[in-house]
């Protein structure tokens, strides 16, 4: 009995454990069970599938993408540029390795081109009307390259057409106290001037010239400035080495603001509204041409009159004279004068960007942006198809990774290879206004990669400060080329850092303040968070204002192989660098996007502002009480919202909460937004970052608003540095209001 | 042992089963249960909630929140202001019937008020100086109400003070075509005019007059614009009925814009940088002040020169001669002038706007703005306290129902008690101004109800053609007062209908296209959608411009509840339709915007536009192809939209799916945002909605261009209407791309 009962009480235990396991897991709670989106929209990011992106992208792929995308030079709107696009077209749409979508967007804009039937011409002309000298039409041929019929001539893009003649003088850079100083010596009325690339703008060259009664203005690379001094094509520069030949002429355009300009604010398509071309601002309006400085060389040493200021000289072999006006009277071009015989015409070209999407398994409408333009000046092999070659190697191991269904993120990704870059950001800027809503409503953040690779000794990353976290995330992972055991972030912090009241020693990242890549209709325009990866220099190897072949017939896939990254490491890291930003923006559950970060630079931005302009502020009865009050509320806030990021089990929340601390993150920059902000300057509307000529690490606005009512005196520039400092102070509130709890 | 083995086995099937009910239901399954927000974030709109608050809001609790609210006048910062300021956060932070928090948020604004110690003075003066006659200063009393010593003199706010003294002349309504005329019979300058209200703004009737040498203006209601004719105080005026006496005068705000006019698109705080008071514009550049009919009946019946035209007669019983100038020679005014002694003084003062909130439980990051202004001239009983009571019973109803712990709305609901709004929509424009970013970002909806009840016969809505639904829902479960068995909808469309090619004959709501009250600053500036809601006249019973009582000191508890609202059952209604909007709005699961209705009218507009300007600007070579290219984009985009939503279970979906349609019902408006739409109009920036003086009903800045175009014949106009159509199409189109599929 004592064993049947307990046989019986053996077996009922062992039926009820049966029973209760057929009861948790045999049978589905009705009601109460996990929908199955539930696990979907709490995921965040997959380290795991981060390491083998990172394992995945292959310097060899890029290297062969380079080596395809440069086989022909492909300007804007040529015929090489629509066979980048069929190219990018075809890789975007590969069924094993493209994306979910590629299409081409087509945009009607006002280009600038030589006329390849009559060539612009620099002479040397003696008063009988003898032509002396005549400046070399295109750059000498070393490889192939250079004869490629499809190389367009050296010209400034957007220089009117003229025909010039006059004594020449020389102009240093070109800026407003380079004429004001010479102009004390030289009567600059009909004479033609010599500049040097770089301390302004290439137009500002010719823009500031005008006012003083300069016919023509020609502009030349120094080796000074370029070459760290040589100049011999024999054994110093290209092939010998990545230094510029004598005749290379670094191209360019010409104009003063970004984005089509017949068509302003407005997308450039057929139909849109242009407007009439003598309305058009910022662009020469003298003639002005780019020469090699081969030619510089034998027009500068030359020149009579005075010897120019010591900083005005460059590294030829002579002393720079302002100029008689015109050549010394001991030289062969005594009396004569230089003829400029430009010939540039303006078109209406169809450009295209080639888009192409990835889309989001849990938040589709929340947009991460990658993008570089396509269009080059001649076979453009670093500038930019260093970037493409790059962005086709992301797209390559992300494709697979989707097509192969291992993934796929969990916010949109859009890729943009823009068109017509080099003419003013063109293609970038109509397609942020043609989408301008939609872009303003769900984009996440915008990367840029233009050049990837400058040069091969450290990351450069600039942007907005609350993008700062990610990138150092991401380049903690990924090992410096050449350097096994050291990675990105520690090689860069060696080249680069400053010391950060929140994080101690740390990385130096630069801001975005102009308009020098496709970022700046992001930025400005629409106030995204944005970033621009590059590789770069070792500044203490080499005082280059960029890499020498910019812009001229020498940027080649074999000057990018020989000189600039053998073996495509730099790139390598680049894609892999860039590319764990891309994954972790699209893919973290909470938006890995930090605004103590950027409370810090405003911070900073303050200090510099209340140290150089307060006390003079107060004698105008300004106060800067609401700036300072404005960057206070924000610096709270931003902790106050960190605090509830870090504190909070965001995974167990509901999704809603997550994606409204995601929206306040997105949104940051675009609170930063007044279109009133800068009533100067088309299409800037960030408050915080924006082009200043004041040159003070501060914000843009007040310190050009201040240096100009500094300069004049008058108590109505005062208002307007009261007026924008108003405007500042409001949007700096505005942006803390949106970080504080919601209600 | 068969029965041993049966036992056995009932037994072990009874254990069995209890173990299945134990593990089944006595063990939470961890991993696969569904986290307790999943039932919240999919929750919708609860119908018997509605139920509960239409039943429980009460007309009068309505009635005694107006006797309060009415006690003293309360014109903007005067101390009976200061007494409503109170009054409204001692009801909103009531511990059993308030919000989650009330506050205040002050701002210093640029008013204008007469001179409480030398009252502005309108006299009749002999060429020997002798006053003839005194235009009464102050309305007379009927009630003790307007005997109150707070009453303000009648008076034009923004009306530069002045002594003008000249002959008098009959303008009509001051419009440029009334000046204009007048001027071919008269020589203007040096003349007073007296002109009615009606046909153009306030100070346009002064800014009009001034280019032909008129030094000031009077202005009156003419009894036949608002009494229907009568006139008598003995037996047919009020207090006998609404009618107003002969000696009311409407007050009013006499500028052209709105918002602070200091502190143009910043918000007015301490430090606030303000323009200087010689650069406002649209105010009057002459002295004006408004007069009772009463006294413009003895102006106007002694005035000298030829009979007026017949548009120009109103209800007097003389012939409304333009003016000798001046007093015929057979009045007792024979060669007498009207002399103005006007003494208005500008002043920055604080005024203040009552906030109050209630928490959203799973959207608080989605806000629905209910508001209405606080500030009247005199009592305000109808402008603006009919629609502060309503206000004050749906926070009570609401409140409680949240401090009992019965509900909370899944988005949060702002409540706004504007201040000065009477001087130009002030309170509400300073708002959007401090809290753009925020604002722009979360608001689903700002609903507008001021003046709750013009009169007893129907209801009246305007708003974004994607409230219509909602409203339609809303009043259809409303009884209309006084009709048991008839709705608020029902009735509605007796009094106003249209055949829309979508719903069949429904009730015609209007466009909210200028700044008539608090929704300007939502519409024009911050493109939200908006709507203003009251109960309004049986147009076949009168003639009234508006009611009559209007900004005079009439305007009391008295006469709101003697003659406009009598039981306040129409205030009832009101109250229940805009609650159960606000509700829904804040309530459903999805948006109840509807964006084909949007289109329908975009439709109207198009075929009007096209038939209007199609052939004439083709003549200039400008297409408007891409506007209807435009416009089709948007009926596809939404007819879309509307299919995902209605064939979607959404409750099913993921809550992202469902905040992604919301986002882009929410944010519709805001992509239909240009800054540059209307260059000459201050602050407004909605492409489809905004004032317009070509009085087409199509889009209202194509129509005002194509007009002005038209007028002057310049090349340069047809340019600007080029450029607005493009501006239009583009917006059109982007927003368009908004309620595509995303991505």
Not at 366 to 386: K, T
Request: hydrophobic residues 40%; glycine residues 8%; contains cysteine.
């Amino acid at each position: 009995m004592i064993k049947q009962v307990l046989v019986g009480v053996i077996c009922g235990a062992a039926v009820l454990t049966v029973g209760i396991l057929i009861g948790h897991f045999g049978i589905t709670k009705t009601g109460s069970s996990a929908p199955s989106w539930v696990t979907d929209v709490t995921k965040d990011v997959d380290e795991s599938l981060i390491d083998k992106f990172l394992s995945e992208v292959d310097n060899i792929q890029i290297q062969e993408n380079l080596r395809e995308l440069t086989k022909v030079p492909h300007m804007a709107t040529t015929a090489g540029d629509e066979q980048t696009v069929q190219f990018m077209l075809k890789r975007w749409q590969d069924p094993e390795t493209g994306l979910d979508k590629a299409w081409r967007e087509e945009y009607l804009v006002y280009l600038s081109f030589p006329d390849p039937t009559n060539p612009n011409k620099v002479t040397v002309v003696s008063p009988s009307d003898t032509v002396l000298h005549q400046v070399r039409e295109k750059e000498k041929n070393y490889t192939s390259d250079q004869n490629d019929p499809e190389v367009v001539q050296p010209y400034a893009a957007y220089s009117p057409a003229g025909h010039p003649k006059g004594k020449l003088v020389y102009a240093n850079q070109g800026k407003p106290s380079d004429y004001h100083l010479l102009n004390q010596t030289v009567d600059l009325r009909g004479t033609i001037a010599i500049t040097r690339y770089g301390g302004a703008g290439r137009g500002a060259k010719a823009i500031n010239a005008a006012p003083y009664g300069v016919i023509g203005v020609l502009v030349y690379t120094d080796p000074l400035d370029i070459n760290d001094g040589l100049m011999s094509d024999t054994s110093e520069t290209y092939p010998h080495s990545w230094y510029l030949p004598p005749s290379g002429v670094e191209r360019g355009s010409f104009n003063g603001q970004y984005g089509d300009m017949l068509t302003p604010y407005l997308a450039a398509k057929e139909g849109t509204y242009r407007i009439p071309v003598e309305n058009i601002t910022g662009i020469p309006p003298i003639p002005i041409q780019p020469i090699g400085f081969e030619d510089a060389y034998i027009l500068i040493c030359a020149l009579g009159g005075e010897a120019a200021p010591a900083s005005w000289q460059g590294a030829f072999n002579c002393t720079y004279n302002f100029g008689g006006p015109g050549f010394k009277s001991t030289s062969a071009f005594n009396d004569s004068d230089v003829k400029m015989d430009i010939f540039n015409q303006e078109k209406i070209k169809n450009s295209s960007n080639v888009m192409g999407v990835i889309r989001g398994s849990v938040e589709p409408d929340r947009y991460v942006i990658y993008g570089n333009h396509r269009d080059s000046w001649v076979h453009g092999a670093i500038d930019p198809s260093s970037g493409t070659a790059v962005m086709l190697e992301l797209t390559r191991v992300l494709g697979r990774m989707v097509k192969q269904g291992k993934w796929r993120p969990r916010r949109s990704i859009v890729f943009g290879s823009w068109g017509a870059e080099e003419f003013g950001l063109i293609g970038s800027a109509e397609y942020t206004e043609q989408y301008f809503a939609k872009l303003s409503e769900r984009t996440v953040a915008y990367i840029n990669v233009d050049i990837a690779v400058f040069a091969n000794a450290t990351l450069r990353a600039s942007g907005m400060p609350s993008v700062q976290n990610v990138i150092f995330t991401a380049a903690k992972q990924v090992a410096a080329p050449g350097l096994d055991s050291t990675s990105v972030y520690d090689n860069w912090i060696r080249y680069s850092n400053r010391t950060s009241p929140n994080h101690g020693t740390i990385p130096r990242m630069g801001f975005l303040t102009g308009a020098g890549s496709d970022y700046a209709a992001f930025v400005h325009y629409l106030g995204i968070t944005s970033m621009d990866i590059s590789y770069t220099y070792d500044r203490s190897k080499t005082n280059a204002r960029i890499y020498p072949a910019y812009h001229t017939a020498y940027d080649t896939f074999n000057y990018a192989s020989e000189f600039i990254d053998p073996g495509f490491l730099s790139h390598q890291a680049i894609a892999r660098t860039a590319g764990n930003v891309l994954i972790r923006l699209a893919d973290s559950l909470v938006l890995p996007l930090n605004c103590s970060d950027y409370s810090e630079s405003l911070d900073d931005y303050l200090n510099t502002a209340v140290s150089l302009y307060e006390h003079k502020l107060k004698a105008w009865k300004i106060s800067m009480e609401p700036l300072k009050h404005a960057v206070a509320s924000f610096r709270s806030a931003a902790a106050h919202l960190d605090h509830v990021i870090r504190t909070s089990d965001l995974a167990k929340e509901t999704p809603l909460k997550v994606r409204k601390i995601n929206d306040q993150l997105m949104l940051l920059d675009r609170a930063f937004l007044d279109p009133l902000a800068f009533p100067d300057k088309y299409a800037y509307r960030h408050v915080i970052w924006a082009s200043s000529s004041a040159g003070k690490p501060t914000f843009p606005g007040l310190a050009d608003a201040f240096a100009s009512a500094e300069s004049s005196g008058h108590s109505r520039d005062w208002d307007k540095v009261h007026f924008h400092l108003s405007v500042l102070s409001q949007a700096i509130e505005g942006a803390a209001q949106t970080l504080l709890d919601v209600i």
